[in-house]
């Protein structure tokens, strides 16, 4: 089985530049995360869709970040205009309905640089 | 609000030494517990997944135990190896209201000597 994939693996931008990272889920899994980890901290949910209906965004600076899951499959999460402290890994999960059985499955992450 | 903490935040030892990985958290009503490792530069692997109705689960030279009571989850690795240096991380699902949401630890970084 495919994991989750994520593009790019790397980005550097300057501060007030915007970006958007990319995943793709496990075919068939109907949950998708988006996770921010800092430099020696755990991850935190930034937001969650189930199918392409977002469940939980509660943690997500909406002045800034945006997110969408088009046709319930891949994700895109965009940052316009970034600031340095969104310096991080960003990190996509998915898991088949809500991991209380199966788990979660997450991608390898894309760091962010913001200079 | 659920809290997690994991203690000691970094960890050496010599190679083939059993070692234990604490994890806490403040709220019992949880779903179930889950421990990653993740590699530098890397994103997280999924290790073991324990459900509340669970005391532990096991692979390999790993063992993970759940006391949702006391509100704590260690995880064991019996005759370490330099290979599993890394950092572990555990993370609980809330029980209550949930969505999934996953709620994280901030790491234990292991590492093991040759």
């Known amino acids: 089985e495919a994991g989750v994939a994520q593009s790019p693996r790397y980005k550097i931008i300057e501060k007030r530049q915007s970006v958007a990272f990319w995943c793709n889920p496990i075919?068939?899994?109907?949950?998708l995360y988006w996770y921010q980890q800092i430099l020696g901290q755990g991850p935190k949910l930034l937001i969650q869709f189930q199918n392409n209906g977002v469940v939980d965004d509660s943690q997500l600076p909406k002045d800034r970040f945006s997110a969408e899951r088009l046709k319930g499959v891949d994700s895109t999460l965009k940052i316009q205009p970034a600031k340095l402290e969104d310096s991080a890994v960003y990190l996509c999960?998915?898991?088949?309905?809500?991991?209380?059985?199966?788990?979660?499955?997450f991608g390898s992450g894309t760091r962010l640089t913001v200079v | 609000k659920q809290e997690v903490t994991q203690i000691p935040a970094a960890l050496s030892v010599p190679e083939g030494e059993n070692l234990v990985l604490n994890c806490s958290f403040t709220?019992?009503?949880?779903?179930?517990l889950q421990w990653f490792r993740q590699d530098p530069g890397k994103g997280l692997t999924s290790l073991l997944l324990?459900?509340?109705?669970?005391r532990e689960q096991t692979s390999g030279r790993l063992n993970a135990s759940l006391d949702k009571s006391s509100g704590r989850s260690t995880l064991y690795i019996a005759a370490s190896q330099p290979g599993d240096s890394a950092t572990y991380l555990c993370?609980?699902?809330?029980?209550?209201?949930?969505?999934?949401?996953?709620?994280f630890g901030q790491g234990t970084t292991l590492q093991v000597k040759p």
């Open positions: 709220d019992s009503a949880i779903y179930n």
């Open positions: 993370a609980v699902r809330p029980g209550s209201g949930n969505t999934g949401k996953l709620i």
């Open positions: 999960a998915s898991s088949l309905g809500t991991g209380g059985r199966d788990g979660y499955t």
């Open positions: 324990i459900q509340s109705s669970q």
């Open positions: 075919s068939g899994h109907a949950t």
